[in-house]
Nanobody
Framework: QTHLVESGGGLVQPGGSLRLSCATPFSDWEFYGRAWYRQAPGQQRELVATLSDRDDAKYVASVEGRFTISRDVDRLTVYLQMENVKPEDTAVYYC??????????WGPGTQVTVAS
């Protein structure tokens, strides 16, 4: 069973914007934190942003000031708003529960490609 489903990826030009979504059907998970990860071709999966159960957000340095992680009012959908994207942001983006000890099987991810 798919626990988390990512969507919203696509092709975007450098400097553009994109909003990714991470949805779950499990209502109990509204109380859990969430995290966004990404994996570029040939690279290991890396943590991009986290949102705690108290909605405290943290970001990796490379996206600080450009990406924003947030939660919908139903607290089941989490977003990653990407601004001023760069070619190095190209990757498959995944979401999961946070902290790491709560992780569930990975979803399919959503591809983000930043190119002219």
């Amino acid at each position: 069973q798919t626990h988390l489903v990512e969507s919203g990826g696509g092709l975007v030009q450098p400097g553009g914007s994109l909003r990714l979504s991470c949805a779950t059907p499990f209502s109990d998970w509204e109380f859990y934190g969430r995290a966004w990860y990404r994996q570029a071709p040939g690279q290991q999966r890396e943590l991009v942003a986290t949102l705690s159960d108290r909605d405290d957000a943290k970001y990796v340095a490379s996206v600080e000031g450009r990406f924003t992680i947030s939660r919908d009012v139903d607290r089941l959908t989490v977003y990653l708003q990407m601004e001023n994207v760069k070619p190095e942001d190209t990757a498959v983006y995944y979401c999961n529960l946070h902290p790491e000890r709560l992780r569930v099987p990975w979803g399919p991810g959503t591809q983000v490609t930043v190119a002219s």
